[in-house]
């Protein structure tokens, strides 16, 4: 599928979660199988020659597109979850929200040192959970290689957030000018 048409997948809300808010509902497109192959076989070409050992995906839209790359790419896949989900040892991260903080966690066994890691998630907005999984993996001992995404938000800069806070590039599919 052309991207225009895994575009067309996606369903608008407007006012979704409150007024203002142009709401990308990624569930139309990934209950078309033919869009969905299309999702992660463009995840695979982009990181099929790099030699990654984890894809490490954050709860919980990120788990539907992390664990079958991670299965293309002969990959492990790490679950980056929210506080309290992951019954062994843990690392934490807290991050900034708009008003107060959160927590993101991955077992502190997930990662080998030094192996090479691709954090996915579905959307892309601000950037601040993508930031803290890459601070999560990095204090965990793994090499970010990208941070990578099905839908990105132009308007709202996450991906220079990302950059420019982590040093870690940014692969986005789909990219909307809304914010």
Known sequence: MLIEEIKDTIRQIPDFPKKGIQFLDITTGVRNAKAFKSMIDYLYEQFKDKQIDYVAGIESRGFIFGAPLADRLNAGFVLIRKPNKLPADTISETYDLEYGTDTIQIHSDAIETGSNVVVIDDLLATGGTACAACNLIKKAGGNVKAAAFII????????????????????SMLKYDIG
């Open 152 to 171: 990105e938000l132009t308007p709202l800069k996450g991906a220079e957030k990302i950059t420019s806070n982590s040093g870690v590039d940014v692969v």
